[in-house]
């Protein structure tokens, strides 16, 4: 059954087949990922067939069919950040937080993942943060960067 | 202000003049680039406090602070320009603005340690103009980030904002302006450099009543970020162009599709919609003339391929981004089969300055047959990264040594990567070629979208290559076979090379198989999917040579054929690569020389970027 | 009445209904232009590749595929030049390496000249002919299989690869696959660098009988639109 809240999400885009697209994107933002019953969801609302729901959601790099971690950590692969060394930013990330890219990690806290261009090209290597931009990176500022993330959340954990 | 809708022609020029003259009453004007890269570098933290300060010492009303799209000078980030002297200052933190404002617009003294600092005579510069980095260029486009800020329609409007547009709706009739765009030589900015006159007269002669525009803003080749600037920077630049195009072919409607990477330019690109919405620039009968037209923003969903027309129509009609044949083209069956323009960012940017100076003002800058200027992202190993735009036809020495200021750490430039992964790399004997798009392409390389990674002695092109195949392998939508099987071996093969496993019959087998791709694939992606390959082999074949016969890496990249190893003497037992070893490779106590498990390590390279005293090595 | 056209396909003056692909058109006349990911009545997406030609327009040679090409008075078509035989050979040697137990697409590769190969085998079970999606969706508007993911993870499946409801066990992917018309018997290891024996003796090259029907394995509404028994 279709929770309340995805019905409202997708309000603006009923029985518009061609809002495919921006629909998955809200749904995106609003749970971090997307569900197989928002995908149904989804298909009902828009009038579109639950297949191309499903091609259009697994083509895009922009939506994740899997549950993510609290902390998005993004690391730019783009051919200006590679030649100054994503690649070495971008194993640190992973063997510290012990997950593949795109995969959520065990304590539920990280997904690193690895996005083509973030468009900062001048300032390689480039890392997001959830939403913050991170600049010339490397092994060592990452490190840290994840360490602190790590400590934020059990200090925010013990205030609850 | 007048913030009503402007019903006619005759309400513009009187809003252009108001705004102007309410800005004459302003002492000083302190310009501070919001753009990404210098956000990334904290400035939206100077901006509230210069704000703060401002307030603190009453000059609040006086005293302007414009928050801008990017500079183009990302590496100085975050970037100060203080009208109307245009005083530069560089790598301004918020603790600074207390001084800023006391001493440079109060007592109108000069903070000496803001100041750009001129690597090669190692003197500070006073004023943005007077910077080699720019004195070089040729700024038309990027000059006007710095005039506006991007969430202000009015900042636009006095700077002379839509003016092309009234003179469109105005004074020329469609065919006129196709005329004008055509007479201008401009050419397509996103990669192909097709004829924009051409594509625009063909779609207006195509039959049917209902057609589109398009703006392609899915800046998807890594190492390119122009669009991103001038859609974040500059966004009713684009519109205006849009508009013109739209009146010239016979479009009502228009969408910009847009990268849901860039957050802060779907933000801009949106607010100046609904601004231009409001004041009447967009929607029924614009400026009181006959003319109707509104333009949709659509987010992209992250892939390369939908840079290519066809998928980028397919996406915005909601479907799978995959191409399909081009046998009849897009401005005659487009988006929902209807004629449609697309055009790209840089492109769409060019055209009001054309309609507003002239297609032989336009034509005279640049070289025969790529007329105007370009936007390039010089990035890489070099001093001075950032965009630059330069007039087409510069030499790529001149871009590269002269704007760029060489390599960085004293090393030797070997290569730049143009055009990304549809593009090539060109050695440093080509550097004397023009940035133009039929020289470039004569040498196995693009212009394209105008992307420029300096590449050093340390980059090994054998791994150049394979980062451009593993890029593509994930970016090919899939569909057809020479695209997506070919680039499937291709990175077979490099693999193998780039891990030993080479053999004398790789190197013509790549070359056959990529002439394979250039040919039959269905898009542009498979089309140039080779390139980065090709181009490599025809200019660094020795490279390649080195790593199948000799099994070596001579720039110690690639991870296979390369070991690390402890330098005993300059080792200082510090543990510092120890700790950082991800792998636990690295052994050694306190105050004992330090050793790495070579079954252990994985040649990762982190020990050696953290160690402080180069005992790291490769061998 | 459907107008006609008159299209030159290597010379041979044809006659087509406008509107024709040039592929049909040129099958039509018994001229057999490889082919894989066609399938009569459903759209034609240019997916393999296979049936590249070369269109000589204002003097200029362009290579497309023919079955997204449609026919146009007065076109002229090359569809066996060297330069054609030899690329057409190379995507032959990409998708036989892929799946080299199918003996739909061994026979194909047989047919445009591939009697080596420079890959080593992978034995994939599905080379994204996209023919089993064309018929679910196309033809029965059913829509219970589609493509799945991009680039290296394109695959066929059906919504989350559970069982479709929409499924009503028509069949026809299975038909229309060619992983499954005749599978080879002598199946394929990986690191064999050559095409099982078996099919080499039963077939004959495209060099061994240039311009005749070769009567391949695919038959009737796969390769060609001639029967098995117009054979050499």
């Known amino acids: 059954m279709p929770s309340p809240t995805i019905t409202t999400l997708l309000e603006g885009h009923r029985s518009q087949p061609h809002q495919l697209i921006e629909a998955l994107q809200d749904v995106q933002k609003h749970y971090g990922y997307i569900s197989e019953d928002s995908m149904r969801s989804i298909s009902d609302e828009l009038g579109v067939s639950l297949m191309e729901v499903y091609s259009v959601a697994s083509f895009y790099k922009a939506f994740s069919l899997q549950p993510r971690g609290k902390n998005i950590i993004a690391v730019c692969t783009g051919t200006a950040c590679h030649v100054r060394g994503a690649k070495m930013v971008l194993n640190q990330a992973i063997s510290q937080i012990g997950a593949e890219p795109g995969e959520i990690s065990k304590d539920g806290l990280f997904t690193i993942e690895h996005v083509n261009c973030l468009g900062a090209c001048a300032l390689g290597p480039v890392v997001t943060e959830n939403e913050s931009v991170h600049h010339h990176m490397d092994p060592g500022k990452l490190r840290k960067l994840i360490k602190s993330l790590k400590k934020g959340d059990k200090e925010g954990a013990s205030h609850v | ?619 | 009445m459907t107008q006609e056209v008159t299209v030159n396909i290597d010379g041979a003056f044809i006659r087509a209904p406008k509107g024709s692909t040039v592929l049909d058109a040129a099958l039509g006349a018994g001229i057999c232009i490889p082919h894989l990911c066609r399938v009569p009545y459903l759209e034609d997406i240019g997916a393999c590749r296979l049936c590249i030609v070369e269109h000589i327009e204002n003097g200029r040679s362009k290579i497309t595929t023919s079955c997204t090409l449609l026919v146009q008075e007065g076109m002229r078509i090359l569809s066996n030049t060297d330069r054609i035989r030899k690329l057409r050979r190379n995507i032959a040697e990409l998708l036989v390496t892929e799946a080299p137990n199918s003996r739909a697409i061994q026979d194909i590769a047989l047919r445009c000249g591939v009697v080596e190969t420079r890959y080593p085998f992978r034995n994939s079970d599905c080379v994204l002919c996209g023919r089993c999606v064309r018929a679910c969706t196309g033809h029965f508007g059913e829509k219970a299989i589609g493509f799945v993911g991009r680039g290296k993870d394109r695959r066929v499946e059906s919504p989350f690869n559970l069982y479709s409801e929409l499924c009503n066990e028509c069949g026809r992917c299975i038909d229309l696959c060619p992983m499954t018309i005749v599978p080879c018997d002598g199946n394929m290891k990986p690191g064999e660098g050559r095409l099982c024996g078996n099919c080499e003796s039963k077939m004959l090259t495209e060099e061994a009988a240039q311009g005749y029907c070769i009567g391949c394995y695919m038959g009737d509404g796969f390769q060609c639109e001639r029967s098995i028994t117009n054979t050499l």
């Open chain 2, 1 to 619: 202000m007048s913030k009503s809708k402007l019903k006619t022609i005759k309400d513009l020029a009187p809003l252009r003049n108001s705004l102007i003259k309410e800005r004459e009453k302003l002492r000083a004007t302190i310009v501070i680039c919001g753009g990404t890269g210098c956000q990334a570098s904290r400035s939206l933290a100077v901006i509230d406090e210069v704000k703060k300060q401002l307030a603190k010492h009453k000059l609040k009303k006086s005293v302007n602070v414009r928050t801008t799209g990017c500079h183009g000078f990302c590496e100085q980030g975050p970037v100060m320009v203080i009208e109307p002297d245009e005083i530069f200052y560089c790598h301004v933190s918020p603790d600074d603005a207390a001084e800023i404002v006391t001493k440079t617009i109060r007592d109108g003294e000069i903070i000496e340690r803001l100041l750009y600092t001129d690597p090669v005579s190692g003197k500070t510069i006073k004023t943005e103009s007077e910077i080699p980095f720019y004195l070089a260029q040729d700024r038309y486009l990027l000059a006007q980030n710095r005039q506006v800020n991007p969430c202000s329609i009015e900042d636009y409007i006095a700077i002379g904002g839509y003016s092309a547009l009234a003179k469109t709706l105005f004074e020329l009739p469609p065919e006129s302006v196709v005329k004008e765009i055509v007479n201008s030589e401009l050419r397509g900015r996103g990669g192909g450099g097709f004829p924009t006159g051409r594509k625009w007269a063909e779609c207006r002669e195509a039959p049917g009543d209902e057609k589109y525009v398009i703006c392609n803003a899915d800046e998807g080749d890594p190492g390119a970020y122009m669009d991103r600037c001038v859609l974040e920077g500059n966004p009713h630049l684009v519109l205006e162009g849009m508009m013109i195009g739209a009146w010239a072919v016979g479009a009502r409607k228009g969408y910009v599709y847009v990268r849901n990477e860039y957050p802060l330019a779907v933000k801009h690109i949106q607010l100046a919609v609904e601004q231009a919405r409001k004041l009447g620039i967009l929607g029924e009968n614009i400026f009181g003339s006959p003319f109707s037209f509104d333009v949709d923003i659509a987010r992209g969903g992250g892939a390369f391929v939908c840079g290519e027309s066809t998928a980028l129509m397919a996406s915005l009609e909601g479907k799978v981004g995959e191409p399909r044949p081009k046998d009849v083209h897009t401005v005659v069956d487009g988006l929902w089969h209807k004629p449609t323009t697309l055009n790209n960012v840089e492109t769409w940017a060019n055209v009001p300055s054309i309609i507003k100076n002239g297609a032989s003002w336009f034509a005279s800058k640049g070289a025969k047959g790529s007329k105007g200027t370009k936007i390039l992202a010089l990035t890489g190993h070099i001093k001075n990264t950032g965009l630059v735009e330069v007039e087409m036809g510069k030499s790529i020495n001149d871009v590269v040594f002269g704007i760029g200021g060489g390599a960085t750490n004293g090393k030797a430039i070997k290569a730049v990567q143009t055009g990304g992964p549809s593009g090539g790399c060109l050695p440093v004997e080509k550097f004397d070629l023009p940035v133009d798009f039929d020289a470039l392409a004569d040498a196995g390389s693009m212009v394209g979208s105008g992307g420029m990674v300096v590449m050093d002695e340390s980059t090994c092109m054998v791994d150049v290559a394979k980062y451009f195949l593993t890029f593509l392998q994930d970016e090919s939508c899939g569909k057809c076979v020479p695209c997506r099987l070919g680039i499937d071996r291709m990175l077979e093969i490099v693999t193998e090379i780039s891990e030993g496993r080479g053999t004398s019959d790789h190197i013509e087998l790549l070359e056959d198989l990529g002439d394979t791709m250039s040919t039959t694939s269905l898009c542009g992606l498979g089309k140039t999917a080779a390139n980065p390959v090709l181009s490599t082999l025809r200019y660094f074949r020795d490279e390649y040579e080195t790593h199948i016969n000799e099994k070596k890496c001579p720039a110690g990249v690639c991870q296979a054929l390369i070991t690390y190893i402890i330098d005993e003497e300059k080792c200082t037992c510090c543990g510092l690569c120890k700790r950082a070893c991800p792998h636990n490779a690295i052994a050694g106590k306190k105050k004992q020389v330090h050793s790495i498990d070579v079954d252990l390590c994985q040649k990762c390279g982190i020990c050696m970027s953290e160690c402080k005293f180069d005992a790291i090595q490769i061998q």
